[in-house]
Antibody, heavy 117, light 112 residues
Framework: EVQLVESGGGLVQPGGSLRLSCAAS????????MNWVRQGPGDRLMSVSF????????AYADSVKGRFTVSRDNAKRTLYLQMNSLRAEDTAVYYC??????????WGQGTPVTVSS | DVVMTQSPLSLPVTLGQPASISCRSS???????????LNWFHQRPGQSPRRLIY???NRDSGVPDRFSGSGSGTDFTLKISRVEAEDVGLYYC?????????FGQGTKVEIK
């Protein structure tokens, strides 16, 4: 069974940092592109970042470029999202998402991030 | 960014009756590789989104055959042939042809 388990979310002050992790199991993690997608207030979904199988190709939404960094450790079967200079508008549930048969076939349960003073 | 526009945003339905959701994109979603990367997702309250349909019309494993997807270019439709109680929740379309991948606003399906 495919499992994606996110962790690392929480309450952080504006300007602070968080590192999200996503532990993958039940599939050959190193063979799949991976993504971070967030769902903010109002339930709107937004693609945050993706990374290819070996980490040599990444992309970011304009709103997070320069502040967020996606990475992966295939040996540990783990995806990461380093989030710096956090803003109130980054408040959302962050999902780890696998790409197969097109895009976004499997989603984790999400980890909530709240940016507030 | 490619704008995805869903309609309606709220859809009250009667159990056993059909339902249809429209999704329009601001750019053609036909990719140079021959595929059209348009997906549909369902999200129940308190749960993560679940993909139902990929590349316009392909049902994911375990998705009931009452769900079907169609369309091309910029106009796409998700149809439920006979709505069941478990179908309530939010439905989203998403394009994967361009980066950033973008989602529709969501359509809330509820039982009358």
């Amino acid at each position: 069974e495919v499992q994606l388990v996110e962790s690392g979310g929480g309450l952080v002050q504006p300007g602070g940092s968080l590192r999200l992790s996503c532990a993958a199991s039940g599939f050959s993690f190193s063979n799949y592109w991976m993504n971070w997608v967030r769902q903010g207030p109002g339930d709107r979904l937004m693609s945050v970042s993706f990374i290819n199988t070996d980490g040599s190709l990444t992309a970011y939404a304009d709103s997070v470029k320069g502040r967020f960094t996606v990475s992966r450790d295939n040996a540990k079967r783990t995806l990461y999202l380093q989030m710096n200079s956090l803003r109130a508008e980054d408040t959302a549930v962050y999902y780890c998402v696998r790409d197969a048969d097109g895009h976004h076939d499997q989603w984790g349960q999400g980890t909530p991030v709240t940016v507030s003073s | 960014d490619v704008v995805m526009t869903q309609s309606p945003l709220s859809l009250p339905v009667t159990l056993g009756q059909p339902a249809s959701i429209s999704c329009r994109s601001s750019h053609s979603l036909a990719h140079s590789d021959g595929n059209t990367y348009l997906n549909w997702f369902h999200q129940r309250p308190g749960q993560s989104p679940r993909r139902l349909i990929y590349k316009v019309s392909n049902r994911d494993s375990g998705v009931p055959d009452r769900f079907s997807g169609s369309g091309s270019g910029t106009d796409f439709t998700l149809k439920i042939s006979r709505v069941e109680a478990e179908d309530v929740g939010l439905y989203y379309c998403m394009q994967g042809t361009y980066w950033p991948r973008t989602f529709g606003q969501g359509t809330k399906v509820e039982i009358k």
